[in-house]
């Protein structure tokens, strides 16, 4: 008889791609953009937040089943909140990227994480112990990423404002400006890159079925065949 639920066309792979593609597209501007200034700073990441949200909500509904589907929604609900707020144009400064990405990512660190934790301990099948620990590892990443951006902030902070280091490179000929917000800026495309390196191995690796519907058909025909046998 057939299954009466529908099996899923998408899984939590489709997930880490689409959210790989967005933390790629985040590291591929500010790594390519000479501008590291909190202006383009919270540009891009405004746009990584609210992009990153919209991955999440429709996944909350073509990936996971009900019940399932709070650890998504809380982390876009976070993404969503943090990239509305880095949006207000006549709002963006050093302090308000330092407070927005290090909050942002401090409390989807934490959420991911120990929703991470908290699944790899229920976890009784290989692609649920897989999904576990990337979580772990991109909470993990997220948590990092706040506690990187606390230095130049604390920078930002003790020395006096406007403050520049200005050095000159003979070999390319050219004079560079150094700031605390040069680095954090920079630290967060790297953060980006990382992630969307990661998910996108995790996205691409081979694995098991992760829909409940096909595993228990799985397992009920290779039941049937060894009756049968």
């Keep these: 008889m057939p299954s009466a639920t529908p099996v899923r066309s998408f899984e939590a792979?489709?997930?880490?791609?689409?959210?790989?593609?967005?933390?790629?597209?985040?590291?591929?501007?500010?790594?390519?953009?000479?501008?590291?200034?909190s202006a383009l700073g919270l540009s891009v990441f405004s746009g990584f937040a609210i992009l990153s949200a919209l991955v999440l909500f429709l996944s909350a509904w073509l990936v996971f089943p009900s019940g399932a589907r709070g650890t998504v929604l809380l982390?876009?609900?976070?993404?969503?909140?943090?990239?509305?707020?880095?949006?207000?144009g006549p709002l963006r400064s050093d302090a308000l990227f330092y407070a927005v990405v290090i909050c942002w990512a401090v409390a989807s660190g934490l959420a991911e994480g120990v929703s991470g934790l908290l699944a790899?301990?229920?976890?009784?099948?290989?692609?649920a112990r897989s999904q576990a620990r990337d979580a772990i590892v991109i909470g993990a990443l997220g948590v990092l990423l706040g506690a990187a951006l606390m230095i130049p902030a604390g920078f930002a902070l003790a020395v006096p404002g406007g403050y520049a280091l200005h050095y000159t490179?003979?070999?390319?000929?050219?004079a560079f400006t150094l700031t605390g917000m040069t680095i954090a800026v920079g630290v967060f495309g790297g953060y980006a890159a990382v992630v969307a390196v990661y998910l996108g191995?995790?996205?691409?690796?081979?694995?098991?079925?992760?829909?409940p519907v096909r595993a228990a058909d799985a397992a009920a025909s290779d039941e049937h065949s060894g009756g049968a046998a």
Aim: hydrophobic fraction near 50%; charged fraction near 15%; charge should be negative.
């Design 120 to 127: 790899r301990r229920a976890a009784q099948t290989t692609p």
């Design 201 to 211: 191995i995790a996205g691409f690796s081979p694995r098991e079925s992760e829909d």
């Design 75 to 88: 982390l876009g609900a976070i993404d969503v909140i943090a990239g509305m707020v880095a949006g207000v």
């Design 13 to 37: 792979r489709h997930l880490q791609m689409a959210r790989a593609i967005a933390a790629a597209l985040a590291a591929a501007m500010i790594t390519f953009s000479p501008d590291h200034s």
């Design 169 to 174: 490179v003979a070999e390319a000929h050219q």
